[in-house]
């Protein structure tokens, strides 16, 4: 029924930003609340991110807290994750997930997901 499409990935180096959007369709955007997940080669994958429906909260992972900053546009249905002071350590594909009503941080309460969107960081 929801339908997610991440975008914004790509080959950056340490250092750099990357902005990804992740842009949702099939209604009820405002409702949901929405999360970032990573999985890097050879690793389980990982929270990065959430953000509450109307935006009044958010959680970070602590590896991202100071450099990544998500947010979301309920008038665009899509939601974002800026990312700064990339480091290679931050290489991963990166999901989208949404989550109806409440706010979460493990990938299993999120119902609906992206195919995701590869971010690359060189040394």
Same mark, same amino acid.
């Given at each position: 029924?929801?339908? &997610? ?12 930003? &990357? ?37 009044? =909260? ?15 546009? =309920? ?5 974002? &994750?800026?990312? =700064? ?16 009503? $409440?706010?979460? $941080? ?18």
């Amino acid at each position: 029924q929801v339908q &997610l499409v991440e975008s914004g990935g790509g080959l950056g180096q340490a250092g750099d930003s &990357l902005r990804l959007s992740c842009a949702v369709s099939g209604g009820s955007f405002r409702r949901y609340a929405m999360g970032w997940f990573r999985q890097a080669p050879g690793k389980e994958r990982e929270f990065v991110a959430a953000i509450s429906p109307s935006a009044d =909260n958010t959680y970070y992972a602590d590896s991202v807290k100071g450099r990544f900053t998500i947010s979301r546009d =309920n008038a665009k249905d899509t939601v974002y &994750l800026q990312m =700064n002071s990339l480091k290679p350590e931050d290489t991963a594909v990166y999901y989208c997930a949404a989550r109806w009503l $409440t706010i979460a $941080t493990t990938g299993t309460d999120f119902g609906s997901w992206g195919q995701g969107t590869q971010v690359t960081v060189s040394s």
